[in-house]
């Protein structure tokens, strides 16, 4: 496994990192064991988890199995949570990034993994009724308190990162090392201002969802609706609020016919490497500028083996020239597209 610094951190993690989304909802406890074995025998250190998953199951499946494992084990694994986003079984003031919520939620964090300390400790979202300097100085005593030792953000535009490191550094309190936000080959609009953003500040980029839910494994023919065991069609029944955005972002992907020309070079590619298209479209997120991990989300244990041949493949120049141009997201309105190149071009010169 490749490794990379955890952002403006000084600490290594691995290259792909381990999503946990599904454990205690479609992946059970046995599996999510399994699961985790793979990972952690293949390598990877970081696993990624949040209170909202499952209602807090998925954190509580991490931490028992951490606790069955050997000290080099433990002492090896990098846990990485989030808290602040909102959960279907949140209360009055179970959510947002208010010092109130953010205390209860990282204490809940802390027993539920059974650890002391959490590696990484992430804001969810964005929260506009709190201000960002009760949650900065909420962060900043949980670093000094030993509970967690370094700060992300998670789903923040690039104004909002901006002002959350601007803030921190005016203030003299614990910075962000670490952004989390989706990233893929059908998802590159975060390319427009939020990586500027990052790169400028130094952050490291967590990318999930480098499989856009599983339209990239290219498991689907054109315009044709996923079957039972997509990760898009679980989302669109359950019929949550997230997962009307879910169910809008595969409409507009399979109607768009840059996915299919994108996915046609992902096969002529996967054919000559011998590889999987899945494997490509991972390899590719994870030779981007700025990114620190890639987060492998898998329901399964055999998913997640065959997804982690990716760690060999390194595409050249040409196969990314290719990839990047089918899945350019332009044409874009001012101020990106052509306008926004023509900016890039001067700065170089």
Not at 78 to 104: D, P, Q, V
Request: with cysteine; charged share 20%.
């Amino acid at each position: 496994m490749k490794h990379a610094l955890l952002g403006a951190s000084g600490v290594g993690t691995s290259v792909y990192a381990l999503g946990t989304a599904t454990f205690g909802e479609h992946t059970d406890e046995e599996e999510a064991s399994r699961v985790l074995e793979v990972f952690v025998d293949a390598g990877g250190l970081l696993v990624d988890t949040a209170d909202g998953y499952a209602d807090g199951r998925a954190e509580e499946i991490v931490g028992r199995w951490l606790a069955r494992q050997p000290a080099e084990v433990r002492s090896r694994v990098l846990l990485s949570t989030k808290g602040g986003g909102y959960t279907t079984s949140a209360a009055m003031n179970e959510w947002g990034n208010t010092r109130h919520n953010l205390t209860r939620a990282l204490n809940t964090s802390l027993r539920s993994l059974g650890v002391d300390s959490i590696t990484l400790y992430q804001v969810h979202t964005w929260d506009p009724l709190t201000p960002l300097e009760e949650t900065l100085s909420f962060a900043d005593d949980a670093v000094r308190q030993g509970k967690i030792q370094y700060l992300g953000l998670s789903n923040f535009t690039g104004w909002q990162l901006q002002k959350a490191v601007d803030t921190a550094r005016r203030l003299g309190l614990t910075a962000p090392v670490v952004y989390q936000a989706q990233y893929n080959l059908l998802c590159r609009e975060i390319e427009w201002e939020i990586i500027p953003a990052g790169t400028a500040n130094g952050l490291g980029l967590l990318a999930w969802s480098p499989l856009s839910g599983g339209l990239l494994t290219d498991k689907y023919s054109a315009h044709a609706r996923p079957d039972g065991d997509s990760r898009f069609t679980e989302q669109m029944e359950r019929g949550k609020m997230h997962d009307n955005y879910v169910a809008a972002l595969y409409q507009a992907h399979v109607t768009n016919e840059r996915t299919w020309a994108v996915l046609k070079i992902l096969r002529d590619i996967a054919v000559t490497r011998g590889v999987t298209p899945a494997a490509v479209a991972l390899a590719w997120v994870a030779a981007r500028p700025g990114v620190s991990s890639v987060i492998l989300g898998a329901r399964t244990s055999a998913q997640l083996a065959a997804n982690l041949a990716a760690r060999d493949l390194t595409l050249d120049a040409e196969e990314i020239t290719r990839l990047n141009e089918a899945s350019d997201p332009c044409p874009a309105g001012y101020p990106y597209g052509a306008f926004g190149a023509m900016q890039r071009s001067r700065s170089i010169q």
